[in-house]
């Protein structure tokens, strides 16, 4: 069984092409920046170039059984018709190679055709996935607690985590090792048929003065939350270095987190529920870079 991976040096799929290697599957990588792979220690062969490229898709998906589809996300500025376009390049191209089955990558919310900023496209690429294939999993992963690190400035300088919602607005949050790990052992089952969704709600819902509370704990040292307009929040992450259209983007997501549109479509269950609480987060993975970045500011 070969598995092609389309985003090995992304966030969730780096981790799951980890996985998979570690478990001795055999892999095909598509990478537009193979060097980015590095550390890996992989051998597995790796077809370089954009996923947008037709020829590309065509040699990637050559003597693969099974298709792990993340989407680029905000890579495009018409980012709901470019995700859209590239899903049916990519599954009518797996078919014809003679792919059997896919898992997918989806969000929470994703039920919602429109609204949600960034997970919006989501929407048409599932339509796409859900067309081609009959044997599909969709996974729908809720907010990633690595959305944290966007704040890890503001902590380490101020001691605040600023977002558009309010602080008492609660919402599932999962690690991405959790994501990766589900999505690696569902790859490595050729056993399952059929189609499928999958909501994927990390341990507990939780909100922003939770969390602030939960990370403070790990720091040692009190963390507040702070309300901010969505302008405001569109001025800070633009002034960061962010394309206009992608914070548009964020605070339309924030926005419906904060209305209710925003909320998975699937019930928590024992399977949907997984390991990786906040705490463990914000001790093993978010508190050394807060601790790296107070470092640097107090050596600047």
Do not use: C
Not at 157 to 180: E, N, Y
Request: cysteine-free; charged content about 20%.
């Amino acid at each position: 069984m070969r598995i092609l991976v389309n985003t090995p040096t992304g966030k969730i799929g780096r981790l799951v092409t980890r996985n998979l290697l570690d478990a001795g599957l055999d892999l095909t990588l598509i990478a537009r920046h193979p060097e980015k792979l590095s550390g890996l220690g992989t051998r597995a062969p790796v077809v370089q170039g954009d996923l947008d490229d037709p020829a590309v898709l065509d040699r990637a998906t050559q003597g693969v059984d099974t298709l792990f589809w993340v989407t680029p996300g905000l890579a495009n500025p018409d980012y709901l018709r470019w995700n859209q376009d590239l899903a049916k390049l990519a599954v009518a191209t797996a078919l014809r190679n003679g792919v059997k089955r896919a898992v997918m990558l989806s969000s929470i919310s994703a039920q919602v055709p429109r609204g949600v900023g960034p997970i919006s496209s989501l929407h048409l690429v599932e339509r796409e996935f859900r067309a081609g294939f009959a044997d599909l999993v969709i996974l729908r992963p809720t907010f990633f607690m690595e959305n944290h690190f966007a704040s890890i400035a503001s902590i380490a300088t101020m001691g605040t985590i600023f977002a558009p919602i309010a602080g008492d607005v609660r919402f599932p949050q999962i690690a991405t090792r959790d994501i990766a790990a589900r999505a690696a052992a569902l790859l490595g089952d050729g056993t399952w048929t059929g189609q499928r969704v999958l909501g994927l709600h990390g341990p507990a819902d939780l909100d922003y003065e939770r969390t602030t509370q939960i990370i403070g704990e790990a720091l040692g040292r009190p963390v507040r939350f702070v309300q901010v307009t969505g302008e405001q929040a569109k001025q800070a992450m633009v002034g960061g270095g962010m394309p206009a259209y992608i914070a548009d983007a964020y605070v339309e997501m924030y926005g419906a987190m904060g209305s209710g549109v925003f909320q998975q479509a699937e019930p928590r269950t024992p399977e949907t529920t997984t390991p990786t609480t906040l705490q463990h987060f914000a001790t093993d993975t978010l508190k050394p870079a807060i601790d790296a970045a107070a470092k640097a500011g107090a050596q600047a």
